[in-house]
């Protein structure tokens, strides 16, 4: 694993567990409990759900910093031989290649170059493969991504809930038995139900969003990699097409284009080509 990676593992862990219940019960120790028992002991009904949010928050943070990784999707020593077969226009070999290494960037030229029928370089349809293959390839992985968005966005909604239900309770309480003595208690712990619900939501939603908002980015940046890998295949077959790549992958001398040019019969009632030497008179 490389150092960023762990740094960024670090710097989630270091997130997670600042807003931690251990976190907490170190900042208020004068209370008689803890922050997590106190969290634990006034979430009621509420406590299964953050549990089953904490963990998919988890989850989802570690499984995207393993699969989101530029290596994951594009190789350099993967990509080249494929454009080598390009330039040779061996299609064929280039498709092989790209069956060999399953990953999303040999899949997706593998889509543009299945669009190749009967040696006929159609642009429009190898793009429109390209494409389509994109999309599905690319959809996947983002899949996983945007749940870190909904893990976020649910857990301060059941924290929403929380509080909703516990002040609904504390004016039932304030309704029926009016103020002072035991009502005053029961209603106080109604509140205090409803502000430990808030703070557990806010608790998963932080770290989880903060995640999904560095997954994204870095997302972004990868499909625009395979996007420009995807762009370079057709330029290569393009420039392969119309001999653009002598052997060993180099373009002609310009004398050689020159010559080629001279040596080519031109058609009477023609103009020359703009910038030809005028042809001399017959």
């Known amino acids: 694993m490389k150092l960023g990676s762990i740094r960024k ?42 549990i089953i949010l904490i963990l998919a928050g988890f989850t989802l943070i570690i499984y995207n910093g393993i699969a989101i990784r530029k290596k994951a999707f594009v190789k350099e020593d993967v990509v080249q031989p494929i454009m080598q077969e390009l330039q040779n226009l061996n299609v064929e070999g280039a498709i092989a290649l790209c069956e060999q290494y399953k990953l999303p960037v040999t899949s997706v030229l593998k889509g543009g170059l ?55 309770g504390a004016f039932q309480v304030l309704q029926s038995s009016g103020m002072g003595g035991e009502s005053s208690q029961k209603m106080a712990g109604n509140i205090g139900s409803a502000l430990w619900t808030t703070a557990a939501g806010l608790v998963v939603a932080i770290p989880t969003l903060i995640s999904y908002f560095i997954y994204k980015t870095k997302f972004g940046t990868i499909v625009a990699e395979v996007n420009r890998v995807a762009g370079e295949m057709v330029f290569t077959l393009v420039r392969a097409a119309r001999g653009g790549f002598a052997e060993g992958g180099e373009e002609p001398a310009g004398e050689e284009y020159y010559e080629e040019a001279q040596e080519a019969p031109v058609e009477e009632g023609l103009p020359p080509a703009p910038g030809a030497p005028p042809m001399p008179p017959a």
Not at 11 to 36: C, D, M, R, T, Y
Not at 150 to 168: E, Q
């Open 9 to 50: 593992f670090s710097i989630i862990g270091i997130i997670f567990s600042s807003l931690s219940p251990s976190f907490f019960a170190n900042v208020v120790h004068a209370q008689q409990k803890g922050f997590g028992s106190a969290l634990v002991d006034n979430l009621g009904p509420f406590l299964v759900p953050f």
């Open 114 to 168: 299945a669009r190749i029928q009967d040696d006929e370089l159609d642009i429009e349809s190898i793009e429109k493969g390209l494409e389509e293959t994109s999309g599905l390839e690319l959809a996947k992985p983002f899949t996983w991504i945007n749940l870190l968005n909904t893990v976020g966005s649910i857990a301060p909604m059941v924290g929403l809930l929380g509080t909703v239900t516990g002040m609904i």
